[in-house]
């Protein structure tokens, strides 16, 4: 509940409507980074980013300060629920008809948070895939699948400061990640299947489009 309430802090939209736009009447619809960025540019892009990264990490924070004493044991497995809970607040955000972003920004936030040593390669993967085909949703897919790759194992080599009994869990959890991040890229991942998946570009100033 603490992260879906942070959850519903829409950097996004919230940006938009200070410049006096709905980010979601623009370019894929979407309230995320992506859209934000192609639509009204860089600074607008990376605010977004830093928002949605940002409100998974202070999820973590807060469930790590509230229970780390209480359930020093537990408290790596509370912090990924308390970013779960980030991410389905800005997917599904109510006050917005459940229509949010796609999480990929509160994913990494996450990711840094709970195991900092996975960034790097979710990172590289990302920025490799994006070079090289202009598309930020198979980087963003790539990354996903990359990430809980990597959870299983540093989990099995003992290195996610969780106990056995709770691993089993852990992946489960870090698997909902993985698969909420690749079912809201379901569309794009049938136009990249056809061919029609808009690649990556930034808008000018002035060059808003309406979708």
Same mark, same amino acid.
């Given at each position: ?9 829409q950097t996004g939209y919230i940006y938009?409507? #200070? ?20 639509? #009204? ?53 109510f006050y917005m008809k459940f229509k ?112």
């Amino acid at each position: 509940m603490i992260g879906y309430v942070l959850g519903l802090f829409q950097t996004g939209y919230i940006y938009g409507k #200070l410049h006096h736009i709905d980010i979601r009447e623009y370019g894929s619809g979407n309230a995320g980074t992506t859209n934000t960025l192609r639509t #009204l540019g860089w600074k607008a892009g990376l605010i977004t980013f830093l928002g949605d990264l940002g409100k998974a990490i202070l999820a973590m924070v807060i469930a790590w300060l509230l229970f780390h004493e209480q359930y020093p044991q537990e408290v790596k497995l509370l912090e990924m629920y308390g970013g779960l809970g980030a991410v389905l607040g800005h997917n599904f955000p109510f006050y917005m008809k459940f229509k949010g972003g796609k999480g990929i920004a509160c994913t990494a936030g996450f990711i840094l948070a709970f195991y900092p040593p996975m960034a790097p390669v979710c990172l590289l993967i990302f920025i490799l895939a994006v070079a090289i085909t202009k598309y930020v949703s198979l980087g963003s897919i790539l990354v996903a699948i990359s990430f809980y790759i990597q959870l299983v194992i540093y989990g099995q080599l003992g290195y996610l400061q969780v106990k056995s009994s709770l691993l089993l869990e852990v992946y489960i959890v870090g698997a909902v990640f993985s698969i909420l991040a690749i079912w809201r890229h379901r569309a794009n991942m049938k136009r990249l299947l056809s061919g029609t998946e808009n690649k990556f570009s930034v808008s000018k100033s002035g060059s808003l489009n309406k979708k």
